[in-house]
């Protein structure tokens, strides 16, 4: 991008000339008569160099630096002067000016402190956006790890819209985090405090959605019970309302759906956010109901890469994991040596971050026992007789893992079924084959 530069002269011949100066050195260059036009276009995220003269008739230069660094008082300004207008100069560099230049001057000294003042205010926004991040980062609530281009992108998009109560559209292949985003948003919003209430709409059972969403079910009479203030609208009032899976509600739910949305416009109504398992080919062949969420509603979309469009991020990814998992476990953490980060960053990982966060927890019970092996499957290496079975070890993961999503959900086992993607029938069979007992997960 070139770097942009406002200059402000009421000398037509000497606005041309500079300009033409500056153009020809690539800057994108913006020529004001006066400074009162000038100070309507500012604001504290331009980019470049303002360059202004200091005697000019209405709002002389003096005034416009006070001005424009009321907006910003890290603008890089430089304050063009007459012989005669020396002090005028200094009491400039006293308020806030990066410098002036005394007529007449030289092109090539011209264009030395404007690149010196370019690079400065890069250099300032450019701590802001760390200084931002950092913070966001540091707060409550999970974290966006890594630090890739693309997710560092996300969380600078993310810093900027996390105040705004614009809809969001989430989607990515599976598995790539698209509810930590939501979460994410929700927990470095303003509406962090309010309620965050997530809604599943892949579902077998549509009249139990429709009561979940809107409060109001048909009953076998064809009589409507229920009230408009169990909807999830009103339960998220205030803040936030996440519809994952949007691209899997039923049919029949799609239009009341639309309506609502449209209608949530209210000081508390909650923020939308919305998630679908489709990349971005698979978004531009959705139904038409994904395309008047994405295209009509005024929702911004944000689109999760795959694991492996993001291989700088995987060992970070998987330590961050297996320190969580062992610390949960009670165990040390395994080593991790150059040639299993080898392995983690040739795989594919076609289950994306939530396939990592599996073998994570893997390893963390397995160590060298758990490998990666050359299909890309996850497997089992051999061991000697000196350590716990296979069959040990993975019953020991698969109760541990079950245990973990029971404290999560405190005993719900629909929400550990969900989860886990387990059937209800298999579910109570491994909690009777460990011995789990639901109730002692239950928060009294």
């Known amino acids: 991008m070139n770097i942009p530069v406002i200059f402000i002269d009421d000398d037509k011949a000497i606005r041309d000339a500079l300009g033409q100066t500056l153009e020809l050195e690539d800057y994108d260059v913006q020529l004001f008569p006066g400074a009162k036009p000038a100070l309507d276009v500012l604001d504290t995220q331009f980019q470049g160099v303002i360059i202004t003269d200091i005697n000019m008739p209405v709002i002389n230069g003096l005034t416009f630096l006070k001005q ?5 008082p890290e603008f890089s300004i430089i304050m063009l002067t007459g012989h005669g207008d020396i ?8 308020i806030g000016a990066y410098d002036f230049l005394e007529k007449p001057f030289s092109t090539e000294h011209l264009l030395d402190v404007v690149k010196r003042a370019a690079d400065k205010r890069q250099l300032v926004l450019e701590n802001r956006e760390l200084r931002r991040e950092l913070e966001v980062q540091s707060g409550p609530g999970p974290r966006l790890l890594g630090t890739s281009p693309m997710i560092r992108q996300l969380r600078r998009v993310l810093s900027h819209l996390a105040q705004n109560p614009t809809p969001l559209f ?3 292949q599976h598995g790539t985090g698209k509810s930590l985003v939501a979460r994410f948003t929700h927990d470095h919003s303003n509406r962090q405090h309010s309620p965050f209430i997530t809604i599943n709409c892949q579902t077998e059972h549509p009249h139990q959605l429709h009561h979940e969403l809107f409060g109001l079910t048909n009953d076998e009479s064809d009589t409507l019970s229920g009230t408009a203030a169990a909807s999830a609208f009103h339960r998220a009032s205030g803040g936030t309302l996440y519809l994952k899976h949007i691209e899997q509600i039923p049919s029949a739910l799609q239009l009341p759906l639309l309506t609502a949305i449209r209608e949530a416009k209210a000081p508390e109504s909650p923020r939308i956010i919305v998630s679908a398992a489709l990349d971005n080919q698979q978004l531009q062949h959705a139904s038409p109901f994904v395309k008047a969420l994405y295209y009509e509603l005024g929702f911004v979309g944000i689109a999760l890469p795959p694991l492996h469009q993001r291989r700088e991020d995987i060992v970070m990814l998987f330590k961050n994991f297996l320190r969580t998992d062992c610390s949960r476990f009670g165990i040390e953490p395994p080593q991790v040596d150059n040639e299993l980060e080898h392995e983690l960053t040739q795989y594919n990982w076609p289950g994306n971050i939530r396939e990592l966060r599996t073998f994570a927890e893997r390893y963390a019970l397995m160590g060298k026992q758990a490998s990666l092996g050359a299909n890309g499957d996850i497997t089992a290496a051999s061991h000697s007789q000196q350590v716990p079975t296979l069959a040990d070890r993975v019953a020991d993961f698969e109760c541990k893992l079950l245990c973990d999503a029971l404290h999560r959900h405190q005993g719900r086992l629909k ?8 059937a209800r029938k298999t579910l109570y069979d491994k909690l009777k084959k460990y011995e789990i007992n639901k109730d002692e997960f239950k928060v009294s």
């Open 170 to 172: 989430i989607h990515g």
């Open 415 to 422: 929400d550990v079924q969900s989860e886990l993607g387990l």
């Open 87 to 94: 002090s005028m100069a200094v009491e400039s560099m006293r």
């Open 68 to 72: 424009a660094l009321a907006i910003d």
